[in-house]
């Protein structure tokens, strides 16, 4: 209801779900969507966290070397996994199982080989983007489960502050085309708009799609019903469903143990995928005569063409015939197209950079959301000569949020550079030092007033990403101009990229200094209201 007693409009009642949704869970949210973001472009991440890794050049003897490598490292294992070099990982990364070992994580033993010499390269102990990934639909130090349920609900906020906005801004396509600057409210609410409108199909799409993930968790009961609440009997049925049954040919000569016609079955493995390339192989019983080899190709620029089918060999290069794939629904097919669009694993380089940039934009319209709360309320703030509590506390938690987690990521880039190579649990100091800074960044705004927080936190973000090329060369990494001039792109993409964000961020900066964002107080004749302001007053008319 309104003031006055009457009845609101569809509009206005969407108006508070708009703000309250987007405010309830906006820090989560923007956390969710700056590190899902960072997720697009991991491979070319993790590269930059590993130096060595950055001097290995592919050839057309990689696959040959990594085997022979594989040869002297794990001669008695079950099984080993090469996974080749790509445009965005330049190394060969081979694992192994050896005979009895358990049959997860801890069974698997992985390093990584230079691509062109396949030596073993020292690469310092690292969670690399994979952090960022995990991070983004798990969070850290909660159970798999919760974390989930968490980044669920999270989304289920983001898909009611979407719909809610576009009915209640009515012209909202219209004042997508105006932006009106230094009008403190008018110009956060344009850009905000602006950032809506702009990737608004991609916010809507990776938020339900989001929660495609996430359905069997937080709507379980179908399961429940069909497995009497044993749930994982359905993932493990699905697994077994999925196997393959391998038969060599009847024609076929016995096989020869010891023996791997590598060469010949990448090449026919190639005419196979019309070109497209092998992505990473698995040879079961190496040097055994029923040894066999299961061949990935390369992601396809296809939503709808994964998971892609797969070759078998045996390992003297004969085609092993496995049968057809068993039939799926339709809403299974839907599902995993669900999943491709989501995680973009289609998406060549180009089309990756558009979903990374469209990640920025909506990172920024939930950030800009979260500011435009406190802009509108500065008039009756300044009317009153008092900033009320929960205003403050959102002042706080919206620098530590935004501020304090770019301080923590660009921290995290510096850490896994300068820590010992040889530091006992290295990847978890790495951890350790981004939520530490992101606590000092909570914190912080605390002791400042609201503009030298904003100045403070986001100049030092800008600082540390601006100098990560710098960082990287004078640590063992490729220097800027020696990656862009050897076409190492994963490496030279992520710098620049790194400074471009920072020169934004030192806009920002700019801004807040001149008072676009954080505003410089008022002249009035009451030195309190000046205090209020200078505490708090964000996006104020100069």
Sequence with gaps: MRPDGKPEGLRQSMSWLHTYAGLLLGWLLFAMFLTGTLSYVRDEISAWMKPPVQHSFADAHTADRAVEALRKLAPDAEQWTVELPTVRQPAVEVSWRAKGAPQDRRGRKVV???AGTGEVLKVPETRGADFFYRFHFEFYGLSVYTGRILAGIAAFFMLVAIISGVITHKKIFVEFFTFRPRKGQRSWLDAHNALAVLGLPFHFVLTFTGLLLLMFMLLPWGLDAAYDGQRMQF??????????????????????AGVLALDEIL?????Q?????VDSFLVRHPGQADSTV???????????????RRLYYAADGTRLDAPPEP???WSTDVYRTMINVHIGRFAGPALRWMFFLSGIAGTLMVATGLILWVVKRLPERRKAGATPFSHRLVEVLNVGAIGGLSVAIAGYFWLNHLLPADLPDRALWEIRGFFCLWLLGALHPLLRTHRQAWVEQLSVAAVLLFLLPALNALTGGLPLWRSLALGQWSVAGFELSAMAVAVLLAFAVRKVRAGAVAGAPRKTAAAKRARVADAGEIGVQQ
């Design 112 to 114: 990584t080989l230079d």
């Design 235 to 256: 993932y493990q049925e699905r697994r077994v469903l999925l196997e393959p049954k391998l038969e060599r040919p009847a024609d076929a000569p016995p096989p020869a």
């Design 267 to 271: 090449r026919d493995a190639g005419r």
């Design 273 to 277: 995928w019309d070109g497209r390339g």
């Design 294 to 308: 299961e061949l990935r190709p390369a992601s396809s620029d296809r939503m709808t063409d994964y998971p892609a």
């Design 327 to 329: 039939p799926t629904a």
